[in-house]
């Protein structure tokens, strides 16, 4: 199957948002499920464009998935640094995984992120159970950085968040 990795279309906004809010319905990874207040910004895809470049993996003319790519600097970021880009909400409908969209989807991120000048690393966060995800962003290099894992609700003591990194200049996935 050839999987096209392109800027996402205002027409498919709403079809990336559900495909988005159901992969993290689904796997379980908003803790109060449909009145999770998360759930809005993940359906919310033209917000998102607004702020931040969304990508989309097609195949036959059909959304399989997408992600949001925070270049350096960028509003939508949650722990970037300067000179750090940043991967948020990636998303694959569950029918499509296993396919190669999700891995082709960082390659994008971690293409754009070479091209922008002072960009020296990218950076994401992902959830302890997001094993099949772990699986792709180790096999492109990306590395644990313990030291900044988070906690996005405080209050919530059992929420914490790893984070992962790819130097861009030593590595070429």
């Known amino acids: ?65 997408g992600v949001t790519f925070v270049p350096a600097g960028g509003a939508m970021a949650d722990i970037s640094r300067p000179g750090e880009a940043e991967i948020r909400m990636l998303a694959v409908a569950q029918a499509a995984r296993g396919l190669g969209a999700g891995e082709s989807l960082v390659r994008a991120c971690v293409e754009r992120a070479r091209a922008a000048q002072g960009c020296d690393r990218i950076v994401l966060s992902t959830q302890h159970v997001m094993h099949a995800a772990h699986r792709i962003y180790e096999r492109l290099g990306f590395v644990r950085t313990p030291e900044r894992d988070w906690n996005p609700f405080p209050h919530l003591d059992d929420i914490t968040l790893l984070t992962y990194e790819l130097t861009l200049s030593t590595t070429r996935p």
Not at 30 to 42: I, M, N
């Open 1 to 65: 199957m050839d999987i096209l990795i392109r800027q996402a279309a205002p027409g498919e906004y709403d079809v990336l948002g559900e495909i988005t809010a159901d992969a993290y319905l689904q796997d379980g990874l908003l803790d109060f499920g449909e009145s999770d207040a998360y759930l809005g910004e993940l359906r919310d895809v033209a917000k998102r464009a607004a702020a931040a470049e969304v990508l989309v993996a097609v195949a036959d003319g059909k959304v399989l998935g």
